[in-house]
C-alpha cells in the first residue's frame, strides 16, 4: 500500500478539494477565527481502524482518536460553519476524527492480528496546537502535505 510518513500524520477537519486561489484569503480567516475562538486540545491515539476494505485491501487504514473528542467536535463544528459561510458544501458523513496511516494497504493477516500488533503504540497522548490549511500534492509517486497557512490555538 501507500503509507503516509510520520510527519504527514493529520487530522483532517474539512476537506475542500481544489479551490481557487483567490479563495485562500478567506479560508485563512476562516482558521484563524477558529483557531483563535479555541484552546490547544489533548488528544490521545485510539484503536486501528479501516474505511472501505475489499477483500484483503483496506482502502484507509487509520488511528481512532480518544481524549477532549468533544472539543475537537467543536472546533470540526465552527469549521464547517465558516467553510460553509464562504461557499463550500456541508460534510453529510458524521466526522469521524481519526489520522491516516496508509491508503490501499493489502495485507491477509487478520484485522484483530494486526490490532494487536501495534497495541503498544496506541494510548500515547499529544496536543493539537494549530489548524493548517494544507496542500496535498503528489512527489515520486507519494501523498504529501505542504501547510500553505497555519493559526495556533490562542484561547486559554
Same mark, same amino acid.
Given at each position: ?18 479551490? !481557487?486561489? !483567490? ?134
Amino acid at each position: 500500500g501507500s503509507w503516509v510518513p510520520q510527519p504527514n500524520f493529520h487530522i483532517t477537519l474539512k476537506f475542500l478539494g481544489n479551490i !481557487d486561489e !483567490d479563495k485562500v484569503g478567506c479560508i485563512d480567516k476562516a482558521i484563524k477565527y477558529v483557531a483563535y475562538s479555541n484552546s490547544p486540545i489533548s488528544l490521545i491515539l485510539g484503536e486501528l481502524g479501516y474505511f472501505n476494505k475489499k477483500g484483503e485491501e483496506y482502502g484507509v487504514l487509520w488511528l481512532g482518536i480518544k481524549g477532549a473528542v468533544e472539543k475537537l467536535h467543536r472546533v470540526y463544528d465552527m469549521m464547517e460553519r465558516k467553510m460553509n459561510e464562504i461557499g463550500f458544501v456541508m460534510e453529510k458523513r458524521e466526522f469521524t476524527p481519526h489520522i491516516t496511516l496508509g491508503r490501499k494497504v493489502k495485507s491477509n493477516i487478520p484485522f484483530n492480528e494486526l490490532s494487536e500488533s501495534i497495541e503498544h503504540k496506541l494510548g500515547r497522548s499529544f496536543t493539537l496546537h494549530n489548524i493548517a490549511l494544507m496542500k496535498s500534492h503528489e512527489v515520486m509517486g507519494k501523498r504529501v502535505y505542504t501547510p500553505i497557512k497555519y493559526h495556533e490555538f490562542v484561547r486559554y
